[in-house]
């Protein structure tokens, strides 16, 4: 079994991505590590937690920051709804986390298995930049770090012309990490947009697999649906879903290794990504950065993972 550690703003689309890694099986999440992005904290929490029991499983949830680790939080949830998961009527209340701290789950699970450990980060990366804080080392010890996040490879942004929002949410934490030497695959909001959108026709063959799981794929998603309507998209992506569909099974991705930063600051170049595709910066490649992921393969793996058992 290979072990996952998934940290997250849970939202809609983190939503399905956690589905997805709970059901794969040959896939044991440690734990979900929560972190604010999508909406505040407490909100994150308590959809993870309510995704967690959704699947049946007994996975732990742990408070993170509360905010990116330089400034104050701007959430989405002009996209993902009030509460993350499409304003839907879901009970996503009273539901209790783990005991302890996110930030030191992160540094304990990997120090603990060094090379063991898949980290996938489905939020903004304020968790993960206190974690490098606290011990760099984990930078040597983790196995993989995929991480949805940036637009580099066909653009556009999501957030502003060039930013995604999870790296655009905490730019200072991006580029901490990056630059950290962790073992970095990033899958941006451009795969999405090329390889995860609901077209009507994948929409009505998730409709028809009318599972439990299904129907809160879909329930989840009604928000993010809403506004791709209203701006013409030909139906809502899902960037968390095919970053773990990376995390699965990147057999099947293609990659191109280069030397990455991330902007940070304010204004047009916050959290976007400066790639160095012709040497003129002269680092080394830090970063695998994916530049396709095959459509029907990732649908597949979805609606695999949304069927009854």
């Known amino acids: 079994m290979r072990r996952f550690l998934i940290d997250t703003d849970t939202a809609s689309d983190d939503a399905v991505a956690i589905v997805m890694a709970l059901r794969a099986p040959d896939v044991k999440v440690e734990a979900l590590t929560v972190v604010a992005g999508n909406v505040a904290l407490d909100q994150a929490?308590?959809?993870?937690?309510?995704?967690?029991?959704?699947?049946g499983a007994s996975v732990p949830v742990y408070r993170g920051l509360d905010k990116p680790i330089m400034r104050?939080?701007?959430n989405a949830a002009d996209i993902h709804g009030a509460d993350g998961m499409g304003d839907c009527g879901l009970?996503?209340?009273?539901?209790?986390?783990?005991?302890g701290r996110a930030v030191d789950v992160i540094v304990?699970?990997?120090?603990?298995?060094?090379?063991e450990i898949t980290l996938v980060c489905l939020g903004p990366l304020s968790n993960i930049a206190a974690a490098l804080l606290r011990a760099p080392e984990i930078a040597d010890a983790v196995g993989r770090v995929v991480i949805m996040g940036g637009t580099g490879v066909h653009g556009p942004g999501n957030v502003s012309a060039m930013a995604e929002y999870n790296f655009w949410a905490d730019p200072e934490a991006?580029?901490?990490?990056t630059e950290s030497g962790m073992p970095l695959e990033f899958v941006g909001w451009d795969i999405s947009i090329s390889s995860a959108i609901k077209t009507p026709d994948r929409y009505a063959t998730l409709e028809a697999?009318?599972?439990?799981?299904?129907?809160?794929a879909i329930d989840v998603s009604k928000a993010v649906k809403r506004?791709?309507?209203?701006h013409g998209m030909d139906g809502d992506d899902l960037p968390d879903p095919i970053a773990m569909a990376h995390a699965i099974d990147p057999s099947v991705s293609e990659v191109s290794r280069l030397h990455v930063n991330v902007m940070f600051g304010d204004g047009g170049q916050r959290g976007v990504l400066e790639i160095d595709r012709m040497g003129f910066i002269g680092g080394e490649p830090n970063v695998?950065?994916?530049t396709h992921y095959p459509s029907d393969h990732f649908f597949d793996m979805l609606f695999v993972s949304l069927r009854d058992a």
């Open 45 to 55: 929490v308590q959809n993870a937690l309510y995704t967690v029991e959704v699947c």
């Open 209 to 216: 697999i009318d599972t439990p799981l299904s129907r809160f």
């Open 91 to 99: 009970a996503l209340s009273g539901r209790t986390p783990a005991e």
């Open 288 to 290: 695998d950065i994916v």
């Open 227 to 230: 506004f791709a309507d209203e």
């Open 72 to 74: 104050p939080l701007e």
């Open 108 to 115: 304990d699970t990997i120090l603990g298995s060094p090379g």
């Open 174 to 177: 991006a580029s901490l990490v």
